[in-house]
């Protein structure tokens, strides 16, 4: 506006003076104000070239105004206001800075009536951030003439201080209902990620954000991270308050009672494992998070005694504090004791187990109410029954956990006996029934002693056969027959697999073995009776053999004896006689060639052997040849040797021969050596 000020001085001397063109080289001059006032031409003043104001001259100058802006609210500093002016076609701003906390401002230039005016802020204040506006219906307009000094009012600017949120992200949040507060402000929080307070916080304010409530449904700790908590509020939104929820563990237990016995294991979501060792509260080692399910159950029951124990309250969710509520009763297992009862014929037995009683009516298993495991038992008669003795095997002990079913109790009569025996050679599966006097019958599936149920009395016959044979072999019993002699019978034999046995004779070198069945080899060092070590099921097959001679005896088997079926054990016949060699030895005279044949028979072994030279073509010397004949003729066996030619030209005589070529004698125990000449009869 000081421009518009020097521009009015200038115009006014330019109406009163014709003088170059002004208010921004218009050439046309405003018309000559109405006014009466008096003024001084200040020499200072720098007119344009060729303008001067010497001798001017005037009465009376148009007056000037002040203008002032009525400021509200302002706390900030760095407020702008900008004033425009306009005369006719003179123009100019001016900018005041407005200080902080400034209610007014004015203007320093002062302008005349008519002078048209804007008013408009062009910078607004910081610390604390302010928005400033012109009040509508203010800051335009044109000034007035009016009496007095007092400045004009042309405009009114209003302050507010700027408003900005406070907020920022939750994380680990798995409750509801976390609270947030900010000063008075509370912010509801639900689900993790941003936030913000509903209230704004003013430009140059503080915030404290804090955690009013931690999350209910599922315990947490929510914790907001230093440095983001707290601050002023400067010219933006606070986005950055960071709150963190971590989850808080509980423990899982409860109480236990009933429990006598001893390891009992329980689990928490199967594992955890905990053993417990007595009655009253368990807590698991392990703790559970808020809101995560647990399950308390049974992983081992307890024994000694044996016990059955049941979780109450064992499965549900972590809430907010520690589990105590699980409850484990244990109750002792109830088992029966009981047996069999065999050789009861008469009424009135009565046996008994501590208080209680049980009548038996007849032969096979009782059993005596249930009870509990660890519980000792005692079975005894209590009544015996009308003339007969019974007596309990294996009547006490102590429950554990399974029913006792090992009591047997063994009635007979007054005078009366049992009668029994062994089994072996029983196959590995199947069933075998035995009989005594064609009516007491005991099934047999194991070697082992068997016993009839029914008793004999003293002197009565007692007579033992196989009525059902097993399914793969025949079962022999001996010493079936008799008579009850004062006591029981267990002398019964029931043999149902049997010996193969070899009787050797007239062995006299090493080397011997004999087979059975092909398949059960025997060595045999010397004379005796040897046992082949495979039993052979009764009704089965056997062949004894020879699979390898001695080395100077011959052994054979008895053909009585060395096969056929086992009803029993047998014994096959052996029988070696020492062998010895025989040679000849046969010189060839006269003309040549010819074949000669050897030949020699042992009449115990019934056999024969014929041995042939080659051709010989006599050189007309003598020619001689040597045969050791096979077989070896046993010791004090008849043989005969003969010596022949098939060519009829020849002649063979043999040492001590009766009949020219043939020689008879017995074997004794050294080797026969024979020779025999053979000449050409032409």
Same mark, same amino acid.
Request: hydrophobic residues 35%.
């Given at each position: 506006?000081?421009?518009?000020?020097?521009?009015?001085?200038?115009?006014?001397?330019?109406?009163?003076?014709?003088?170059?063109?002004?208010?921004?080289?218009?050439?046309?001059?405003?018309?000559?104000?109405?006014?009466?006032?008096?003024?001084?031409?200040?020499?200072?003043?720098?007119?344009?070239?060729?303008?001067?104001?010497?001798?001017?001259?005037?009465?009376?100058?148009?007056?000037?105004?002040?203008?002032?802006?009525?400021?509200?609210?302002?706390?900030?500093?760095?407020?702008?206001?900008?004033?425009?002016?306009?005369?006719?076609?003179?123009?100019?701003?001016?900018?005041?800075?407005?200080?902080?906390?400034?209610?007014?401002?004015?203007?320093?230039?002062?302008?005349?009536?008519?002078?048209?005016?804007?008013?408009?802020?062009?910078?607004?204040?910081?610390?604390?951030?302010?928005?400033?506006?012109?009040?509508?219906?203010? =800051?335009?307009?044109?000034?007035?003439?009016?009496?007095?000094?007092?400045?004009?009012?042309?405009?009114?600017?209003?302050?507010?201080?700027?408003?900005?949120?406070?907020?920022?992200?939750?994380?680990?949040?798995?409750?509801?209902?976390?609270?947030?507060?900010?000063?008075?402000?509370?912010?509801?929080?639900?689900?993790?990620?941003?936030?913000?307070?509903?209230?704004?916080?003013?430009?140059?304010?503080?915030?404290?954000?804090?955690?009013?409530?931690?999350?209910?449904?599922?315990?947490?700790?929510?914790?907001?991270?230093?440095?983001?908590?707290?601050?002023?509020?400067?010219?933006?939104?606070?986005?950055?308050?960071?709150?963190?929820?971590?989850?808080?563990?509980?423990?899982?237990?409860?109480?236990?009672?009933?429990?006598?016995?001893?390891?009992?294991?329980?689990?928490?979501?199967?594992?955890?494992?905990?053993?417990?060792?007595?009655?009253?509260?368990?807590?698991?080692?392990?703790?559970?998070?808020?809101?995560?399910?647990?399950?308390?159950?049974?992983?081992?029951?307890?024994?000694?005694?044996?016990?059955?124990?049941?979780?109450?309250?064992?499965?549900?969710?972590?809430?907010?504090?520690?589990?105590?509520?699980?409850?484990?009763?244990?109750?002792?297992?109830?088992?029966?004791?009981?047996?069999?009862?065999?050789?009861?014929?008469?009424? =009135?037995?009565?046996?008994?187990?501590?208080?209680?009683?049980?009548?038996?009516?007849?032969?096979?298993?009782?059993?005596?109410?249930?009870?509990?495991?660890?519980?000792?038992?005692?079975?005894?008669?209590?009544?015996?029954?009308?003339?007969?003795?019974?007596?309990?095997?294996?009547?006490?002990?102590?429950?554990?956990?399974?029913?006792?079913?090992?009591?047997?109790?063994?009635?007979?009569?007054?005078?009366?006996?049992?009668?029994?025996?062994?089994?072996?050679?029983?196959?590995?599966?199947?069933?075998?029934?035995?009989?005594?006097?064609?009516?007491?019958?005991?099934?047999?599936?194991?070697?082992?002693?068997?016993?009839?149920?029914?008793?004999?009395?003293?002197?009565?016959?007692?007579?033992?056969?196989?009525?059902?044979?097993?399914?793969?072999?025949?079962?022999?019993?001996?010493?079936?027959?008799?008579?009850?002699?004062?006591?029981?019978?267990?002398?019964?034999?029931?043999?149902?697999?049997?010996?193969?046995?070899?009787?050797?004779?007239?062995?006299?070198?090493?080397?011997?073995?004999?087979?059975?069945?092909?398949?059960?080899?025997?060595?045999?060092?010397?004379?005796?009776?040897?046992?082949?070590?495979?039993?052979?099921?009764?009704?089965?097959?056997?062949?004894?053999?020879?699979?390898?001679?001695?080395?100077?005896?011959?052994?054979?088997?008895?053909?009585?004896? =060395?096969?056929?079926?086992?009803? =029993?054990?047998?014994?096959?016949?052996?029988?070696?006689?020492?062998?010895?060699?025989?040679?000849?030895?046969?010189?060839?005279?006269?003309?040549?060639?010819?074949?000669?044949?050897?030949?020699?028979?042992?009449?115990?072994?019934?056999?024969?052997?014929?041995?042939?030279?080659?051709?010989?073509?006599?050189?007309?010397?003598?020619?001689?040849?040597?045969?050791?004949?096979?077989?070896?003729?046993?010791?004090?066996?008849?043989?005969?040797?003969?010596?022949?030619?098939?060519?009829?030209?020849?002649?063979?005589?043999?040492?001590?021969?009766?009949?020219?070529?043939?020689?008879?004698?017995?074997?004794?125990?050294?080797?026969?050596?024979?020779?025999?000449?053979?000449?050409?009869?032409?």
């Amino acid at each position: 506006m000081r421009h518009l000020h020097i521009l009015w001085a200038l115009c006014v001397a330019a109406f009163i003076l014709p003088v170059a063109s002004c208010f921004n080289d218009n050439n046309n001059p405003p018309p000559p104000p109405s006014f009466d006032a008096s003024f001084v031409v200040d020499s200072s003043l720098n007119l344009p070239d060729g303008v001067s104001l010497d001798g001017f001259q005037a009465d009376s100058l148009p007056p000037l105004y002040t203008v002032s802006v009525v400021i509200n609210g302002l706390q900030g500093s760095g407020l702008t206001i900008e004033g425009a002016a306009m005369y006719d076609a003179a123009s100019g701003t001016e900018d005041i800075q407005v200080p902080s906390g400034a209610s007014s401002v004015t203007f320093p230039t002062p302008v005349p009536a008519g002078t048209q005016y804007s008013v408009s802020v062009v910078g607004q204040p910081t610390q604390p951030s302010q928005t400033c506006t012109v009040q509508p219906g203010t =800051g335009m307009g044109t000034i007035t003439a009016h009496s007095g000094d007092a400045a004009i009012q042309v405009a009114t600017v209003n302050c507010t201080t700027n408003l900005y949120n406070v907020g920022g992200t939750v994380s680990g949040l798995l409750g509801t209902h976390l609270l947030l507060q900010n000063g008075s402000d509370v912010l509801p929080i639900s689900t993790d990620g941003s936030f913000k307070f509903p209230t704004q916080v003013a430009s140059g304010g503080t915030y404290q954000v804090t955690v009013a409530a931690n999350p209910v449904g599922i315990s947490q700790i929510c914790t907001i991270a230093m440095g983001t908590d707290a601050g002023t509020v400067v010219d933006h939104d606070i986005t950055n308050v960071s709150v963190t929820c971590d989850t808080n563990t509980f423990a899982v237990g409860g109480t236990v009672s009933g429990l006598t016995g001893t390891g009992l294991v329980l689990e928490d979501n199967n594992g955890s494992d905990l053993t417990i060792t007595g009655n009253g509260a368990f807590t698991f080692v392990s703790k559970v998070s808020s809101g995560s399910p647990y399950n308390v159950t049974v992983k081992t029951e307890p024994s000694g005694p044996a016990q059955n124990c049941t979780v109450s309250g064992g499965q549900g969710t972590v809430g907010t504090s520690a589990v105590k509520s699980v409850v484990v009763n244990c109750g002792t297992n109830s088992f029966t004791v009981g047996g069999a009862v065999a050789g009861l014929v008469s009424p =009135g037995l009565v046996l008994q187990n501590g208080a209680a009683t049980l009548s038996i009516s007849g032969n096979g298993s009782f059993a005596f109410p249930p009870q509990s495991s660890g519980s000792p038992y005692d079975v005894s008669v209590l009544t015996q029954p009308m003339g007969q003795t019974c007596s309990v095997t294996g009547g006490t002990g102590t429950v554990q956990s399974v029913n006792v079913t090992t009591v047997g109790v063994t009635c007979a009569s007054m005078g009366s006996f049992f009668v029994g025996g062994t089994v072996s050679g029983f196959p590995t599966s199947g069933s075998m029934v035995l009989t005594n006097n064609g009516s007491d019958k005991v099934t047999v599936t194991a070697n082992g002693a068997f016993e009839f149920p029914m008793p004999l009395m003293d002197g009565a016959s007692y007579n033992v056969s196989v009525l059902t044979q097993p399914s793969d072999r025949t079962c022999i019993v001996t010493n079936a027959t008799g008579a009850i002699m004062g006591g029981d019978v267990n002398t019964v034999v029931v043999r149902c697999a049997f010996t193969v046995s070899v009787n050797v004779s007239g062995l006299t070198s090493s080397g011997l073995v004999v087979n059975n069945n092909d398949t059960d080899n025997l060595n045999i060092s010397g004379n005796g009776t040897f046992q082949f070590p495979t039993q052979v099921p009764g009704g089965g097959t056997y062949d004894v053999t020879i699979s390898q001679q001695p080395a100077m005896d011959t052994c054979s088997v008895s053909r009585i004896n =060395g096969a056929g079926t086992v009803n =029993g054990d047998v014994t096959a016949d052996v029988t070696c006689a020492q062998v010895e060699p025989v040679s000849v030895t046969v010189t060839l005279t006269g003309c040549g060639p010819f074949n000669v044949n050897v030949s020699i028979q042992d009449t115990i072994t019934d056999s024969s052997v014929t041995a042939v030279t080659a051709d010989f073509q006599n050189d007309g010397g003598p020619l001689s040849h040597t045969y050791q004949i096979p077989p070896l003729v046993q010791v004090g066996s008849s043989y005969t040797i003969q010596i022949q030619s098939n060519n009829g030209s020849w002649n063979c005589v043999m040492d001590a021969a009766a009949d020219g070529g043939t020689v008879s004698g017995t074997m004794g125990n050294a080797p026969v050596v024979l020779t025999a000449t053979c000449a050409c009869n032409g």
